[in-house]
C-alpha cells in the first residue's frame, strides 16, 4: 500500500513539471525551404539577459541537428514571446460535516486552499518567412517558473523546453 501511495504522490508531482506544448503551421508549406535562420533584430522577448542568451544557445543547438543554420539573410526569422502567469488554484482540502437520522439529512462542506498557486511561464515561438514576411509554423510552450533556480537549473529547464518545442520541427508530412 506505501508503494502504490508513493508511486501516485511521485506521478502528482512529477505531472506538475511536465512542458506542454501546442504547434500549429501552414500546412502548404514546403519546410524544405527553410534551411537558414535569424532572430527578430528588436525582438522584445521579455525574459531577463541571462536567459534570453540561454534560450538562443539552446534554439541554436536544436536547429543546428536538424541542419539548419544561423545566417545574416536567412529563409526565416524566429520571434519569441514570453508571458508569466498564475496558474489557477486546484489543490484544496475538503472539510464536510452532516449527518442523517430518520431519513432527515443535511451537510456542509468547505474547500480550503493549500499552498500558493504555481507561477507559470508561457513561451511563443513564431516562424516567419523572411521573403513572405508570413507566419509559417508556431509554437507555444506552458511549464511551470521558479524564479529562484540556480544557473545551472535555468539552463537545463530552458534547453528541455526548447528541446520539447523543436521536437516537432518540421512537421511531417500527414499520410491521406
Given at each position: 500500500m506505501r508503494k502504490l501511495i508513493l508511486l501516485l504522490l511521485v506521478a502528482l508531482i512529477s505531472s506538475c513539471k511536465t512542458v506542454q506544448v501546442y504547434y500549429d503551421y501552414d500546412k502548404e508549406t514546403d519546410f524544405s525551404n527553410y534551411s537558414t535562420y535569424n532572430y527578430y533584430p528588436d525582438m522584445e522577448t521579455g525574459l531577463s539577459q541571462l536567459d534570453e542568451n540561454r534560450l538562443f544557445d539552446a534554439i541554436d543547438?536544436?536547429?543546428?541537428?536538424?541542419?539548419?543554420?544561423?545566417s545574416e539573410d536567412p529563409d526565416f526569422y524566429i520571434n519569441i514571446k514570453t508571458r508569466f502567469f498564475r496558474q489557477a488554484q486546484s489543490n484544496t482540502?475538503?472539510?464536510?460535516?452532516?449527518?442523517?437520522?430518520?431519513?432527515?439529512?443535511?451537510?456542509?462542506?468547505?474547500?480550503?486552499?493549500?499552498?500558493?498557486?504555481?507561477q507559470q511561464r508561457?513561451?511563443?515561438?513564431?516562424?516567419?518567412?523572411s521573403k513572405k514576411d508570413e507566419l509559417f509554423w508556431n509554437a507555444v510552450s506552458e511549464s511551470s517558473f521558479k524564479e529562484n533556480l540556480t544557473p545551472e537549473k535555468?539552463?537545463?529547464?530552458?534547453?528541455?523546453?526548447?528541446?520539447?518545442?523543436?521536437?516537432?520541427?518540421?512537421?511531417r508530412k500527414q499520410i491521406k
Amino acid at each position: 500500500m506505501r508503494k502504490l501511495i508513493l508511486l501516485l504522490l511521485v506521478a502528482l508531482i512529477s505531472s506538475c513539471k511536465t512542458v506542454q506544448v501546442y504547434y500549429d503551421y501552414d500546412k502548404e508549406t514546403d519546410f524544405s525551404n527553410y534551411s537558414t535562420y535569424n532572430y527578430y533584430p528588436d525582438m522584445e522577448t521579455g525574459l531577463s539577459q541571462l536567459d534570453e542568451n540561454r534560450l538562443f544557445d539552446a534554439i541554436d543547438a536544436e536547429l543546428q541537428v536538424k541542419g539548419i543554420r544561423f545566417s545574416e539573410d536567412p529563409d526565416f526569422y524566429i520571434n519569441i514571446k514570453t508571458r508569466f502567469f498564475r496558474q489557477a488554484q486546484s489543490n484544496t482540502v475538503g472539510v464536510g460535516v452532516g449527518g442523517t437520522g430518520r431519513s432527515i439529512g443535511g451537510g456542509l462542506s468547505i474547500g480550503i486552499p493549500v499552498g500558493q498557486p504555481d507561477q507559470q511561464r508561457e513561451i511563443r515561438f513564431d516562424l516567419v518567412d523572411s521573403k513572405k514576411d508570413e507566419l509559417f509554423w508556431n509554437a507555444v510552450s506552458e511549464s511551470s517558473f521558479k524564479e529562484n533556480l540556480t544557473p545551472e537549473k535555468r539552463e537545463a529547464r530552458i534547453k528541455e523546453i526548447t528541446a520539447k518545442v523543436f521536437s516537432k520541427y518540421p512537421p511531417r508530412k500527414q499520410i491521406k
